[in-house]
C-alpha cells in the first residue's frame, strides 16, 4: 500500500516508534529511523528492517531537543530517500515528581522533546507535502493529552500541546491531500513504562508483576497493554486513502481508559 513513500519516524530505536516502522516499512514504504542507542544494536535493527520488507532504510541519530538537528533531519531524510511524505512525531520522554519540586531542566527538556519537536519536524516536511499535495503527519500523544494524572505535570501539558497542534495543522491543510492526526495510547510496555513499573514496585516494595498489575487496575479498564504492533497498524490505516477525511483527530488506543 505505501510503495514509494518514504516515512520519517522520530524515537523509532525502540518501543512504538519501532512498532509503527516496522509496520510502514511492512506496507513497503522505505524508512528513516531516529532515537539512541547502542550504535551496533542500531545498525543490526536498520539492516534487518530494510531485509525483512526489501525497503530502504536510513538511520538519523538527530537529537530532537535541538531544532537544527530536526530540520538537518528531514533535509537528509529528502537528499537520501527522495522525500517525507509520512512524518510520524514520536519521540518522548517521561519523567514523574510534583510541581513544586519539578526539575525546570526536565522540564525544558520534555517540552523540546514531546511538543516544540514535533513543530520544527512539521515546520520543516510540510512544504513539500503540500507541493506534492499528499503527506500524512501522525503525532503520538497519549491519553494524557485529553486527561491529566499526577506527577506528570511537563508531560501532560506536552501531550496537551500536540493534541492542539493537530488540529491547527489539520485545519491549515484541510483542503488539501495532507491530513494531520494524534493517536493516543494508553499504557503499552515499552522501556518507558517499565521504568514507571520498577519505580513503582521499588517504593511500594513490591515485585515488578504486582507493580504492573497495580499500574494497569488504576488507569486501565481492560487490564491489558495496548501493543506496539496496534499503535502500528493505526498508523498505517491513518496513512491509507479510507483515512483522507480523517483530520484533526485524537484517537485513543487505550482499553477504555478515557471512556471514565
Ligand atoms: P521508549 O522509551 O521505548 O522510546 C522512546 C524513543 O524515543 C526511543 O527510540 C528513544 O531513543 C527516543 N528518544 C528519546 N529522546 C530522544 C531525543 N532527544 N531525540 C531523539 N530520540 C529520542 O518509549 P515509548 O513508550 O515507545 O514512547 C514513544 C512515544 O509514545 C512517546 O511520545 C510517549 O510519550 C508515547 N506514549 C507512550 C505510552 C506508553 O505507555 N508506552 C503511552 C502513551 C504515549
Known sequence: MLKGKVALVTGSTSGIGLGIARALAGQGADILINGFGDAQQIERLRRELAAAHGVRVLYSAADMSKP????????????????????????GIQHTAAVEEFPVERWDQIIAINLSAA????????????????????????????????????????KHGILGMTKVVALETATTGVTCNAIC????????????????????????????????????????????????????????????????????????????
Not at 69 to 85: C, K, N, S
Not at 130 to 141: D, E, L, S, T, Y
Not at 222 to 244: K, M, N, R, Y
Not at 250 to 258: E, I, S
Open 68 to 91: 537544527e538537528e530536526i530540520t538537518e533531519m528531514i533535509e537528509r531524510t529528502t537528499a537520501g530517500l527522495g522525500r517525507v511524505d509520512i512524518l510520524v512525531n514520536n519521540a
Open 119 to 158: 513543530f520544527h519536524a512539521i515546520r520543516a516536511a510540510l512544504p513539500q507535502m503540500k507541493a506534492r499535495n499528499w503527506g500524512r503527519i501522525v503525532n503520538i500523544a497519549s491519553t494524557h493529552g485529553l486527561v491529566a494524572s499526577a506527577h506528570k505535570v511537563a508531560y501532560v501539558a506536552a
Open 185 to 260: 495510547p494508553g499504557w503499552v510496555l515499552t522501556p518507558l513504562v517499565q521504568k514507571q513499573i520498577d519505580d513503582l514496585a521499588a517504593s511500594r516494595k513490591i515485585p515488578a508483576e504486582a507493580a504492573k498489575k497495580e499500574l494497569l487496575g488504576e488507569k486501565q479498564p481492560s487490564h491489558e497493554f495496548a501493543t506496539p504492533e496496534q499503535i502500528g497498524a493505526l498508523a498505517v490505516f491513518l496513512c491509507s486513502a479510507d483515512a483522507a477525511q480523517i483530520r484533526g483527530a485524537a484517537l485513543p488506543v487505550d482499553g477504555a481508559w478515557t471512556a471514565q
